[in-house]
């Protein structure tokens, strides 16, 4: 699974900066995504895009922002840090809407 | 919009026993179903999937059954082992746009 990968896989930044997590894959895949994974909550989320210059929201899109210049790279910036953005951030991508998604290792965000 | 609720949230067995892991959706519209294991401190992998039209899917020791009408889906783990300890999220794809909709999950211990 070394076809998607994150980074960094640990960051720690204060409240009110700017941070963000990068994912890139390998596979041409179309479709791409971002989670957030907390305690009793699974994976819910947070941006997906479609393909290059497409993304949508998700459920828990409020304070995050994404850009899909080209297929292979889809970074998520918080644009003013929170405690509550404190999580385990999953990349993920698919090849077409009916298969399931393939994660990267994930990057584990403190915010202090 | 879809929302997922699996059951239990915890569930020891003991090494060679099975083990059931239930979900249930809730907007009838979902078509695909994939099932992620979750090691700690890995990323979610993929371990099966079923579709909307198939009732029932089988790989070695895992089986998933999915019954429509009733908005429910379960996974199936024969002959467990340890390794087959780890967190399992269900999930529920939307039919009309990308969102994966997950489980709260459920931790799975198997006793040597």
């Known amino acids: 699974d070394a076809g998607i990968t994150q980074s960094p896989r640990y960051k720690i930044t204060e409240t009110g900066r700017q941070v963000t997590l990068m994912c890139h894959q390998t596979w041409s895949h179309s479709y791409m995504f971002w989670y957030r994974q907390d305690l009793g909550h699974g994976l819910r989320l947070i941006y997906y895009s479609a393909a290059a210059d497409i993304t949508d929201k998700g459920e828990v899109s409020d304070g995050y922002v994404v850009s899909r210049s080209k297929t292979e790279n889809f970074p998520l910036t918080l644009e003013s840090a929170t405690r509550s953005q404190t999580s385990v951030y999953f990349c993920?991508?698919?090849?077409?809407?009916?298969?399931?998604?393939?994660f990267g290792s994930g990057t584990r965000l403190t915010v202090v | 919009g879809e929302n997922v609720e699996q059951h239990p949230s915890t569930l020891s067995v003991q090494e060679g026993d099975s083990a059931v892991i239930k979900c249930t959706y809730s907007?009838?519209?979902?078509?695909?179903f994939p099932w992620y294991k979750q090691e700690l401190g890995k990323r979610p992998q993929l371990i099966i999937d079923i579709r909307s039209n198939v009732g029932e899917k089988k790989d070695q020791r895992i089986a998933v059954t999915l019954n429509k009408t009733a908005k429910h889906f379960s996974l199936h783990i024969t002959e467990t082992q340890p390794e087959d300890s780890a967190v399992y999220f269900c999930a529920a794809k939307e039919n009309y746009g990308q969102n994966f909709v997950f489980g709260p999950g459920t931790r799975l211990s198997v006793l040597p």
């Open positions: 993920a991508s698919s090849e077409s809407p009916g298969q399931g998604l393939t």
């Open positions: 907007d009838s519209a979902s078509n695909y």
